[in-house]
């Protein structure tokens, strides 16, 4: 029940009761009820729970927040000693195949196959995150 | 004659069923009615068809519990299969009940490796449906029979009081012929045997949701029905031994197909959930509704088990026909945490993917 | 999907991991609210990528769980009678109740309807001015402005057919009772960030004082857990107990000021049982006078309810954190999702629903060995 996602508002009208909304939700688009973010113009993204606005994205600090996000450990990274840097090549993937028996120019991760209805690409389960692929395990705790 | 009735009535029902012959130990007796989720092709449904159809029924042939019944008769080695299609709404992005019930008959011959050759259609309309809709859904079915390159060959029409139906079920059966050498079952599948699916998973549940919940899309979601037998054939055709066994994913999707597998071959399953592939809307509208893509109905997709020599093959055939151009290997079959589906998640961290209990969408299909 | 994509990043999740555990030099246990947060983290393995020493408590988070069997078993009398639209979100429906569940009442003929938005009960309301619609309102703060909005719309357009049968209940008093409560080993709490979209976070900084636990409020994607995780341990290494703000892009220190102007006009604070906990003083919200009228209990006057909760079940034990879900000697035997001996087991933000439905039955080990299969070992 505190299942909220993001979306973009793309238009406000009224249905004579409430400020409506249409919101796109990566593709999705649903009328919403925005009385509860009377801030919030069309080109804004917004918080949803169960039919109504809740909260304004506030674009600025979820870029920070990511650009915060991407920053960790990098420094870690550049001091490195040799073990730890053995330690991460060794974890490094050879292929993404759950088998591990393909190359990766055959491996249906890597190709780029277009979506034979025009639309997007197909995104990977659960995300459309096309990151380079990295090791499974999380690095085992310092001595 | 009104008390006549009545006495027979009650002499046809039979006491419920006595259940604790049943071996299940949480037996039907906690849902002494039929619930929705009988109908979900998951947990609910296969206890269903495990305590009350096969006892009742039993044979060899059903015992296997595959798509399609594989049948010897005259000589001739020979499949059988049957659906009813009581979907909601008749007519969706992509298609309609029409090219489901063609389609869907069709596919459950291909992945059993037969060639599909005739099929029978039964109609039970209501009082009142549309003839313009019925004729709109039986030229589906003519064109869905001729792309398929099957005939239907016999049928039935019943018709129902208003109110006592939805407009239009359909229920279809089909015969087809049993290619030689092809054998294919969900018990055949090894430890090591790849996983490929032909194309992108969850787009047909969920161009049903979307009309069902009024989803609007930017691109809408289409339905992928469609009949698999031509690409199934060059399948078999190339590499017909190495593959061990073919499911379409429909109700209860990917996960479902790959739990009765691991059940039937007794094999754990391993899936990489960042290999199978899902459309960016079909993502997002199961976002928003709060529903597992690996759950979601297929109406035009397989699955492959395939020894792993065979696969980079089987994935070429796949990509080169229209129907294939998403194929992705997902996976391997293991002799490790046996009956058990194990994805990888994009996190890293494993996850099992359990049977689904009863019905994540209703009247899919 | 923007917003929400970027914060599955498994590369930066595995960073933040790897910070943790630098940071980490004692063992520490965290309690994380909320029940979507709970599914997040089983769904996502984020417990598997934490530190052997830090240990996720699963909170009460879960609305549906604590909503008092009582009230169940009246909402399944109301179900069941004619002339009544009985609308729910959908993980009520197989709730149990004493006897029954609300799947089975729509089996034997009830009109029980699944909704995505309190809204839609209302439009059910004008549409069916014959019938009597009921609406069931479980949930915390976050769900709390939908359901006042649909009743304050139900009054201005003079419905007489649209009643809300209320069970909502608050965050921070929970807090308070589990820091209370003897036997307590949480030591700080990830604050449920929905719910501090529309309440704000000014409500924390007493209990962070009072109970001297760190407060980090935090969102539900895999980097935020991660992240609200991370503050939470260093505040801990360093000996602080503040409140802290992880989920800045949606939360802010005062909250959805409109939500919470309608909120006190259409509720009003009450004491409320919690299933499997007890009475928590003050800890719910009921309709007000103004809105009493529209208040399904008062309208439709159950009597005879005689609860028993099943003797197996240890949802409670689960609420409080005391156990966790596969600790349960019923958990996947006697009580599955099929077959739920208690609401934590069916609701969509229970813990014993989420160890099921993510398959937390095998042990950590076996599950973490399961991987070896994955990454290219071809043992076969």
């Not at chain 2, 690409?231 to 073919?246: C, E, F, R, T």
Request: aromatic share 6%; hydrophobic share 40%; charged share 20%.
């Amino acid at each position: 029940m505190c299942l909220a996602i993001p979306g973009r508002v793309e238009a406000i009208t009224t249905d004579g009761m409430i400020r409506v909304g249409r919101v796109n939700f990566g593709g999705v688009v649903k009328n919403v009820c925005l009385d509860y973010v009377p801030e919030v113009v069309v080109g804004d993204y917004t918080i949803v729970h169960v039919g109504f606005a809740i909260s304004k994205i506030d674009e600025a600090t979820a870029e920070q927040t990511l650009a915060d996000f991407r920053a960790l450990g990098v420094l870690d990274e550049e001091l490195a000693t040799e073990d730890e840097a053995f330690a991460r090549a060794a974890k490094a993937p050879q292929s993404r195949c759950p088998d591990g028996s393909c190359s990766n120019e055959t491996c249906a991760c890597e190709s780029g196959s277009a979506n034979s209805l025009g639309a997007p690409g197909p995104s990977h389960l659960g995300t459309g995150d096309n990151t380079s692929p990295s090791s499974a395990n999380p690095a085992a705790p310092k001595p | 004659m009104a008390n006549d009735l009545k006495v027979a009535a009650a002499h046809a029902v039979k006491e419920a069923p006595d259940f604790s012959n049943w071996t299940c130990p949480l037996p039907l007796a906690d849902y002494p009615t039929i619930v929705m989720g009988h109908g979900g092709g998951g947990k609910l449904g296969s206890e269903l068809v495990e305590h009350l159809f096969l006892p009742a029924f039993r044979n060899p042939a059903l015992e296997n519990l595959g798509d399609a019944a594989v049948l010897e008769a005259g000589g001739a080695r020979l499949a059988l299969s049957t659906d009813s299609f009581v979907v909601q709404p008749l007519f969706f992005p992509g298609g309609s009940i029409g090219e489901l019930a063609v389609n869907g008959t069709v596919n459950d011959l291909a992945v059993s490796g037969a060639d599909p050759k005739f099929l029978s259609a039964s109609f039970i309309l209501e009082e009142g449906f549309s003839l313009a809709q019925l004729a709109a859904i039986v030229d589906a079915m003519a064109k869905s029979a001729e792309t398929a390159g099957v005939k239907i060959v016999t049928g039935d029409t019943k018709v129902v009081e208003r109110g006592h139906g939805d407009g239009c079920y359909i229920t279809t059966a089909g015969v087809g012929v049993m290619r030689a050498g092809i054998q294919v079952g969900p018990h055949r599948v090894q430890p090591n045997d790849a996983i490929i699916v032909s194309g992108t998973m969850g787009d047909h549940g969920m161009a049903i949701m979307s009309v069902r919940e009024g989803l609007e899309f930017e691109s809408p979601i289409r339905s992928d029905c469609a009949a698999l037998n031509g690409m199934i054939a060059q399948i078999l055709d190339a590499v017909g031994p190495s593959v061990h066994a073919m499911r379409d994913p429909t109700r209860g999707g990917l996960a479902s197909t790959l739990n009765e597998i691991a059940q039937s071959s007794n094999v754990g399953i391993v899936i990489d959930e960042a290999s199978v592939h899902v459309r960016d809307e079909v993502h997002s509208a199961c976002e928003l509704l709060g529903l597992d893509p690996v759950y979601v109905a297929n109406e035009g997709k397989a699955v492959f088990f395939v020894a792993p020599e065979s696969a980079d093959r089987v994935l070429s055939i796949l990509r080169a026909h229209p129907l294939g151009k998403d194929a992705a290997r997902i996976g391997h079959a293991t002799a490790e945490h046996k009956r058990m589906l194990v994805a990888r998640t994009t996190m890293g961290a494993n996850r099992v993917i359990p049977v689904m209990i009863g019905e994540q969408l209703p009247r899919i299909c | 999907m923007k917003y929400l994509t970027e914060f599955r990043n498994g590369e930066i999740a595995r960073k933040i991991a790897r910070e943790i555990t630098q940071i980490t030099t004692r063992p520490w246990k965290i309690m994380e609210v909320c029940g979507g947060q709970t599914h997040s983290i089983i769904k996502n393995g984020i417990d598997q990528m934490l530190p052997p020493g830090i240990e996720m408590i699963h909170g009460p988070g879960c609305p549906v769980c604590v909503t008092p069997l009582e009230l169940i078993d009246k909402a399944l009398a109301i179900a069941s009678q004619p002339g009544v639209i009985f609308c729910s979100f959908g993980d009520m429906l197989r709730v149990p109740g004493t006897d029954s569940d609300l799947f089975q009442v729509k089996g034997r003929g009830g009109d029980v309807r699944v909704v995505y938005s309190p809204l839609d009960a209302v439009d059910l309301a004008v549409k069916n001015p014959g019938k009597q619609v009921v609406f069931f309102g479980v949930g915390f703060e976050t769900t709390a402005p939908a359901n006042a909005m649909s009743v304050h719309l139900a009054k201005r357009r003079g419905l007489t057919n649209f009643s809300l049968l209320v069970s909502h209940v608050l965050v921070p008093p929970a807090i308070a009772a589990i820091m209370s409560s003897p036997g307590n080993q949480v030591q700080a709490f990830l604050a449920a960030g929905h719910v501090c979209s529309v309440m704000g976070y000014w409500q924390y900084p007493p209990l962070a004082e009072k109970f001297r636990v760190p407060i980090v409020v935090t969102g539900f994607e895999p980097l935020d857990l991660l992240e609200g995780i991370r503050r939470a341990v260093a505040q801990l290494e360093s000996g602080r107990h503040e409140v802290e703000n992880a989920y800045s892009r949606v939360v802010t220190f005062d909250g959805n000021q409109a939500a919470q102007k309608l909120l006190a006009e259409v509720f009003e604070v009450t004491d409320r049982a919690w299933r499997g906990i007890g009475v928590i003083p003050k800890s719910g919200w009921r309709l007000s006078a103004d809105y009493r009228a529209f208040d399904a209990e008062e309208r439709f006057h159950i009597t005879g309810i005689h609860t028993e909760e099943s003797a197996l079940c240890r949802a409670g034990d689960v609420l409080r954190g005391a156990i966790k879900p596969a600790q349960c000697a019923a958990f996947g035997r006697e009580c599955t999702p099929r077959h739920p001996l208690g609401a934590t087991m069916v609701s969509s933000e229970g813990a014993c629903a989420a160890y099921y439905n993510y398959g937390r039955f095998l042990s950590a080990e076996d599950l973490a060995s399961a991987g070896s299969a994955i990454t290219g070992a071809t043992n076969g």
